[in-house]
C-alpha cells in the first residue's frame, strides 16, 4: 500500500498555555495528510480530483488519536500516512507522527467516500470508491 | 444604529504558549460576531439569510485590529458589534471587546456582499446591499 | 455522576467547503466542555483551579470521536459531558453532542492529571488527583 | 533588509463554506511567517530565541489585512515577510501573498518586543529589542 510523508512544522500557534500541541490541531494536520496521501495516489490536488471523480469529500465518520510524547513549537515532525483497507465505500486511514524518530501520536480515521445524489444534486450519499482510485494505492 | 454586545468566554485553546489569545482567534470572535450582528438585525440565522436574499457572504476587504489588553483563558468578554456605514455593495463593521469593562481588542472589518452571477452560476460578484437589510439597521 | 451541559453555537468559521463543521473543531469544542464540566464541578474557573491545585492541566493521552450526524453553521447544538471514571491519575470523560435532539456526535476522552515535579520545577508528571476534586463529581 | 518567503499549502481545513480560506487562517500564517523570517535571521527556531534572548515573544500591537484575490484549497501560495522598521522596542512586519505570482493579500503588524520584569517574574514588560537581534536583519 502506497505510503505517504510530510514533514511539519509546529506553529507557535498551534500550542496551548501549556506549550504543548493542542490537540484538536493534530487532527487538522491529519486531514491535512489524508489529503496529501490521495493527492500522491491520484496526481491531482483535492480541488482538482473532487471535480474528476464527482466526489464531494470522504467525511470521517470515526477517528481516534493516542498522544504518547507531547510536541512543543519549533519542532519538525513527521507524519507517516497510509490506507489501511478500502471497503466499498468507506475506508480506513493510519497515521504515525514521529518527533526525532520517535512515535508521538498515533491516529485512525474511519472516513467515508460521498458524492451528490443525482436525484436531489443538494444531498450527498455515499457512494462507492471507484476501482480505479482503489487501484491507484496498489 | 443598531448594537449587538454578546460574551465570549476564552477557552484554553484559543491561547498560546503565552497563556493569552492568540490574536487570529480574535478575528474568529469578530467574525461571529457581525454574523450574531446581522443574525439580530434580520431576525434570521445566517444560514437562512443567506438563501433569503440569494446572498453568498461577505468576504473582508480589509480588516484592522489594535490589542490593548490582553485576554486569557477564563475571561469572559464582551463584544460590541455595530455597522458604522452602508455603501451600496460594502459596509464597514466595527467591534469593541471589553474585559471587566476595559477596551481590551478594537475590530475594524470592510466587507462586501456578494451574489450569484446571473451570467454564471458558479461566479461570485459584489452585490448591492438590499434597502430592506439596511432599513433594519436602524 | 455530575454532568454538565452547554450550548454551543456553529459558527461559520467552524464549518468547511462541504458546509459542515470541520472535524477538528469537534475536538476543540469537546475540550471546553470538559473545561465548563470542571468548573462547574469546583466552582472555579480553570485558571483559577490550576493555580488552586498546582495543578498544570489534564493532557490528552487517547481520544474518539463518532460522527453521525453533520452540523452547519447556525446550528444550536447541546453537548452533554460526564466524567465515567476516576483512577488514580486519569480519568475518562464522555460527551454527547445533541443537535434537534438527536446524538449527533460522540467523544470520549481520556485524560492525564498533571503537576509539577517537585526535584525540577520545568518538568510536568502525572499525579493522584485530589480526592477532593473527585468528591466534586458525586 | 532580510527577506523570508516561504510556500504554504492552503489546506481544506483553513477554508469556509464558500470554499475560500476562512480569513483568521491568514492571520494564523503571518504569525508563522513572522517566526519563521525571524528564525532565519537568527538561526535558531522561535522556542531557542526565546531561551536565548529571555524574550517572551512578541504580541500583536496593531494589524491589519488587504485581502486582494481570494484562495482555496490545494492552492500553494507564496507569503514574502520583511521588517519595515526597527524602533526601540517594537517592530513593524510587512507580509505580501502571492498567488500565482500575483498580490492576493497584503499583511501589517506592529509587535512589541518582551521580557520577563526582574522584579516581577510573572510579569511581562516591553524591553529593548537587543542591537545583536537588529543587526542579524541587516
Known amino acids: 500500500m502506497l505510503k505517504n510523508n510530510r514533514v511539519v512544522r509546529v506553529e507557535w500557534g498551534d500550542c496551548d498555555p501549556a506549550g504543548i500541541v493542542f490537540y484538536p490541531?493534530?487532527?487538522?494536520?491529519?486531514d491535512a495528510s489524508t489529503t496529501a496521501l490521495f493527492e500522491r495516489a491520484l496526481g491531482m490536488t483535492k480541488y482538482q480530483f473532487m471535480k474528476h471523480y464527482?466526489?464531494?469529500?470522504?467525511?470521517?465518520?470515526?477517528?481516534?488519536?493516542?498522544?504518547?510524547?507531547?510536541?512543543?513549537?519549533?519542532?519538525?515532525?513527521?507524519?507517516?500516512?497510509?490506507?489501511?483497507?478500502?471497503?466499498?465505500?468507506?475506508?480506513?486511514?493510519?497515521?504515525?507522527?514521529?518527533k526525532d524518530g520517535a512515535l508521538a501520536v498515533e491516529g485512525f480515521e474511519t472516513r467515508v467516500?460521498?458524492?451528490?445524489?443525482?436525484?436531489?444534486?443538494?444531498?450527498?450519499?455515499?457512494?462507492?470508491?471507484?476501482?480505479?482510485?482503489i487501484a491507484r494505492f496498489k
Chains 1, 2, 3, 4 share one sequence.
Not at 25 to 30: K, L
Not at 61 to 71: E, Q
Not at 113 to 133: F, G, L, M, R, Y
Open 113 to 133: 467516500w460521498t458524492s451528490h445524489d443525482e436525484k436531489d444534486p443538494n444531498k450527498i450519499i455515499s457512494a462507492a470508491i471507484p476501482d480505479e482510485v
Open 54 to 98: 464527482d466526489f464531494v469529500g470522504y467525511p470521517m465518520v470515526d477517528t481516534r488519536a493516542k498522544f504518547i510524547i507531547p510536541a512543543r513549537f519549533g519542532d519538525d515532525v513527521v507524519i507517516e500516512s497510509t490506507v489501511r483497507e478500502f471497503r466499498r465505500s468507506s475506508f480506513d486511514v493510519e497515521h504515525r507522527l514521529l
Open 25 to 30: 490541531r493534530f487532527f487538522a494536520m491529519f
